[in-house]
């Protein structure tokens, strides 16, 4: 294939002119739209920049109350025992014997079903 001087050229359709593309409403109709658009990026970028404020504080209470509250510590478990439960002489050990025997009751019994 040769791109001899002989042959036809292949016509181009000319551009049109941007200057007369949009009329005014349809310009004015584009910058409204652009202003809206703008809006919503901003309020969108605050509320992303809120939200990270928001748990970055959170985060930084938080590692301040752990720091500053450290809850309670146990005494030794012998000297808590021995506060709690002071023996008496005469008895035989931890665990002393009811003073009466336990006794039957001729209640009858009571049974509760799961029903509402």
């Known amino acids: 294939m040769s791109y001899a001087s002989d042959q036809p050229r ?20 584009r910058r409204r739209i652009q202003i809206r658009d703008g809006g919503l990026w901003r ?6 920049w809120l939200l990270a404020g928001a748990l ?6 938080a590692l301040l109350a752990a720091g500053t509250f450290h809850g309670h510590t146990l005494a030794p478990a012998t000297a808590q025992a021995a506060s709690a439960n002071p023996q008496t002489t005469g008895t035989a050990g931890p665990i ?21």
């Open 10 to 29: 292949v016509p181009r359709s000319p551009r049109a002119p941007r200057a007369h593309a949009f009329s005014e409403t349809e310009l004015a109709e």
């Open 43 to 48: 309020i969108g970028a605050a509320t992303r």
């Open 56 to 61: 970055s504080a959170t985060g930084a209470l």
């Open 96 to 116: 002393a014997a009811p003073a009466q025997p336990p006794t039957t009751s001729a209640a009858p019994a009571v049974v509760v079903s799961g029903g509402s």
